[in-house]
């Protein structure tokens, strides 16, 4: 029924070498959730009692519940849209409009084939999740509740990245506005709730918001309303997405064929009177032909580094790159109204209340800079460009440099915004914490250092995404592998870290009974990582980069976390997590960029070293 796209996708997906391994790192991923949250909360010193079992098994149900929900959304994004501006990139996808496949096989096609492998990982799940049933807590239809939300909210952000790129003829475009509408959107369904009422005072805006928000309605799941009777707000959301999910789709397959193919030049016919009388036209033929290679306007200067050059001056990245950056403002103003309303909070200042602004915004920072280097390469390597780039007489390090710099430069929005609001908060005595009544001049020195740790690691960050995203892209010739390991790993150490933030804080800041847990996840952490680094050509230093990058990465979380607040005295100075840091993933781009600057083709598999067979 969905035509042979799907067909090929149910038939090719058991085959590929990461299909059993993914499955069984999300069952050992949940094991250790489970063993840590255990430790959490009850710890191997003694017997627990019935009561603590159950406790045990729903909060093990919300976390993973959680978890699973935040990884569903981003890659389900993802995945959809990758699998259609990959296409695009290749030149493939105009073919499939020239076959007789009608269009909503190819849409469809497109859409459940790249959310088949996630909607697989979520059938793994599902038994876990059925075996909290014999912890007592949470009651069997809850785990449906759950499984469902799981699923609709799986198609609904691959029908919204399946959208974007079907619209968009960039990969960049389409990842960043994908990954920015659906944050768009979880910020309007959030503020529904506190706008609603203002409007329409009458109406039950809680069980909307559960309609209409994936978070609020798994929230209902994992805490049943008290009140109220007819359908539950799982089931409302399930099916107000299903028909979310059946509006865009929709639309996608109203406008296949009128974005696609975009850009393409229009040929004019020939002239009536040519055509009767071609001897009358022989010279302004002439004229034409030798105007065919001349470009319009005033020649423009090319710098002396011309992929910097080009990544600057030209529209390598699509015709319309205000409109992503339009977004992107969107979504850091409503980030912000609702971070700086946690400052000024009538019941007092919460802790880490720096933490509600700079946390999202660096986040998403982080995704839209490493998005925009690894699809520098792709871009160039799907369209059949970057092999006839590399055979010219640009230098390694013009190239490497120019598309560095290039990629800072293109996202100089995204990088320049947490900086300032690290600024704001620092104006506002939030990183350090200060008596009330402290005068001005005291606040901002008191919050000078840490304002220097953080505005220095979000530099060293953005270094390391960019750098990422670049050696990735170089090393792997699957574009969308390529993509998926880039993103996947800043997802993962942001996710990471905010997982053992939440164990840390739930266990009232101690990390002394987690120790085991904790070093499975940096076992894990340094796996993937050097997975993503160098796992077809490793090497002494990209080693070292994996194994120190993620202890730095828990080092500062531990040393901010001591004693539940920022600034306090058990906290170490600011300025000892960052050195570390900033020493850690300074040396991962070092180990990153020096073989490509010094040893261009060897890096990229092109040429073997000496000693090499």
Not at 144 to 157: D, K, N
Not at 462 to 481: C, D, E, P, Y
Not at 547 to 562: D, E, G, Q, T
Request: proline share 6%.
């Amino acid at each position: 029924m969905l035509g042979p796209i799907f067909s090929r996708e149910v038939v090719t997906v058991p085959r590929r070498s990461g299909h059993y391994p993914q499955r069984a790192a999300l069952v050992g991923l949940l094991c250790i959730l489970g063993v840590t949250t255990w430790q959490a909360t009850i710890g191997f010193a003694r017997d627990a009692t019935l009561g603590e079992t159950a406790n045990f098994g729903l909060l093990l149900f919300q976390i993973v519940a959680f978890v699973q929900l935040f990884l569903t959304l981003f890659f389900a994004t993802l995945s959809a849209a990758g699998a259609v501006s990959q296409e695009k990139d290749r030149r493939t996808f105009v073919l499939l409009l020239l076959t007789d496949l009608r269009d909503y096989e190819i849409v469809l096609g497109k859409l459940l084939g790249a959310l088949l492998p996630i909607l697989i990982l979520l059938f793994v799940s599902v038994p876990v999740l059925a075996l909290l049933l014999l912890l007592g807590g949470i009651d069997p239809e809850q785990v449906l509740q759950a499984v469902l939300v799981l699923f609709a909210s799986a198609i609904a952000a691959g029908s919204l990245g399946g959208l974007v790129a079907l619209w968009r003829d960039k990969t960049y475009q389409a990842l960043a506005l994908s990954v920015l509408f659906l944050v768009l959107y979880v910020c309007v369904s959030q503020g529904v709730g506190t706008v609603g009422p203002m409007l329409v005072a009458d109406w039950d805006w809680p069980t909307i918001q559960a309609w209409i928000d994936p978070f609020v309605a798994m929230l209902s799941v994992l805490e049943p309303p008290t009140t109220g009777a007819g359908l539950a707000p799982a089931y409302g959301f399930v099916l107000v997405t299903l028909a979310f999910c059946a509006a865009l789709n929709g639309i996608g397959i109203w406008g296949l064929r009128k974005w696609n193919p975009s850009g393409e030049p229009i040929m004019q016919r020939e002239s009536s009177s040519a055509a009767e009388d071609p001897e009358s036209n022989e010279a302004v033929e002439a004229e034409k032909r030798a105007r065919a290679h001349a470009a319009p306007g005033d020649a423009r200067q090319v710098w002396a580094n011309p992929v910097l050059w080009r990544e600057i001056r030209t529209l390598a990245y699509g015709r319309r790159p205000l409109l992503v950056k339009f977004a992107f403002g969107i979504v850091l103003a409503l980030i912000l109204y609702f971070a700086v309303n946690e400052l000024n909070r009538p019941g007092g200042r919460p802790a880490f209340a720096a933490a509600y602004g700079l946390v999202p915004v660096a986040v998403l920072s982080l995704l839209l800079v490493a998005a925009q280097a690894v699809t520098s390469i792709t871009s160039e390597r799907d369209g059949a460009a970057l092999d006839v780039l590399l055979v010219t007489d640009v230098s390694p390090k013009e190239f490497v440099f120019g598309k560095l710099l290039g990629v800072l430069y293109n996202t100089k929005e995204y990088i320049v915004p947490p900086l300032l609001l690290a600024g704001f908060y620092a104006v506002r005595g939030a990183l350090a914490r200060t008596p009330a009544g402290t005068p001005p001049g005291d606040v901002l020195a008191a919050n000078f250092g840490p304002l220097v740790a953080v505005a220095g690691a979000l530099i060293v960050l953005f270094g390391f995404a960019t750098a990422l995203g670049l050696h990735v892209s170089l090393r792997i010739t699957q574009s969308r592998l390529a993509i998926g390991h880039t993103l996947g790993t800043v997802f993962f150490l942001s996710t990471g870290t905010l997982i053992s933030i939440y164990l840390i804080v739930i266990n009232g800041g101690s990390f002394g009974n987690q120790w085991f847990s904790f070093l499975a996840f940096l076992v894990l952490g340094i796996g993937g990582l050097l997975y993503v680094l160098s796992a077809d050509r490793p090497s002494p230093a990209l080693t070292l980069a994996s194994v120190v990058c993620p202890l730095a990465m828990f080092y500062c979380v531990v040393n901010v976390l001591i004693g539940g607040r920022p600034g306090a005295e058990e906290s170490a100075d600011p300025l000892v997590p960052f050195l570390a840091l900033g020493a850690a993933f300074g040396f991962a781009v070092y180990a990153m960029l020096f073989p490509l600057v010094t040893e261009f083709d060897v890096a990229l598999g092109r040429t073997a070293q000496p000693n090499e067979s």
